[in-house]
């Protein structure tokens, strides 16, 4: 087994265990920010080809999906100037960077910005609706991984946003 196939292993196990709590998705967000901090892999997650990203979008990996429905992780990447729309979610959702940074401008529910941060390698942060209003946007020079970990299927939802805001 391969390093990165074990460090997903052991991190899909730890959030089915933080999962397994059954509690608020507030709590669950941070139950399972906890385990995405103890088990954060590197960017090797994902295989060369995948870290290239898209040239016309960020590029979304599905990595795992739990047979349930309960949760889903996905890597994301992000090439120089690649950004998100402004939207909210339809759950909880952790994220971590893994390389890269991540610009991330929050809303409130009128729009009005609510503040920035720069979400370095390392960092892990977790939210859950309301109060989700965000756009994330890579302002690097160089790509950026990021692992985000929904409350829910993806594959079956087909996505993680509720909302698209103008």
Same mark, same amino acid.
């Given at each position: 087994?391969?390093?990165?196939?074990?460090?997903?292993?052991? &991190?899909?196990?730890?959030?089915?265990?933080?999962?397994?709590?059954? %509690? @608020?998705?507030?709590?669950?967000? /941070?139950?399972?920010?906890?385990?995405?901090?103890?088990h954060?892999?590197?960017p +090797?997650? &994902?295989?060369?080809?995948? =870290?290239? @990203? #898209?040239? /016309?979008?960020?590029?979304? *990996?599905?990595?795992?999906?739990e !047979?349930?429905?309960?949760? !889903?992780? &996905?890597?994301?990447?992000?090439?120089?100037? #690649?950004?998100?729309?402004? *939207?909210? *979610?339809?759950?909880?959702?952790?994220?971590?960077?893994? !390389?890269?940074?991540? *610009?991330? +401008?929050?809303? /409130?529910?009128?729009?009005?910005? &609510?503040? %920035?941060?720069?979400?370095?390698?390392? +960092?892990? @942060?977790?939210?859950?609706?309301?109060?989700?209003?965000?756009?994330?946007?890579?302002?690097?020079? +160089?790509?950026?991984?990021?692992?985000?970990?929904?409350?829910? /299927?993806?594959? =079956?939802?087909? !996505?993680?946003?509720?909302?698209?805001?103008?």
């Open positions: 087994m391969t390093r990165s196939l074990a460090t997903l292993t052991d &991190l899909v196990g730890a959030v089915r265990q933080a999962v397994d709590v059954r %509690t @608020g998705w507030t709590e669950t967000a /941070d139950l399972v920010a906890e385990q995405l901090r103890a954060l892999p590197g +090797e997650i &994902l295989t060369p080809e995948q =870290r290239l @990203g #898209q040239p /016309d979008r960020v590029a979304c *990996h599905l990595l795992h999906a !047979s349930d429905g309960a949760f !889903s992780l &996905l890597g994301l990447v992000w090439r120089p100037g #690649q950004t998100t729309r402004i *939207h909210d *979610h339809i759950t909880w959702c952790v994220v971590g960077v893994l !390389s890269g940074v991540e *610009h991330e +401008e929050l809303f /409130d529910e009128a729009l009005k910005p &609510l503040g %920035t941060r720069d979400n370095s390698p390392g +960092e892990v @942060g977790g939210f859950a609706p309301p109060g989700d209003i965000h756009r994330i946007r890579n302002v690097g020079d +160089e790509i950026a991984v990021s692992l985000h970990i929904y409350g829910t /299927d993806i594959t =079956r939802v087909g !996505s993680s946003a509720r909302r698209y805001y103008d």
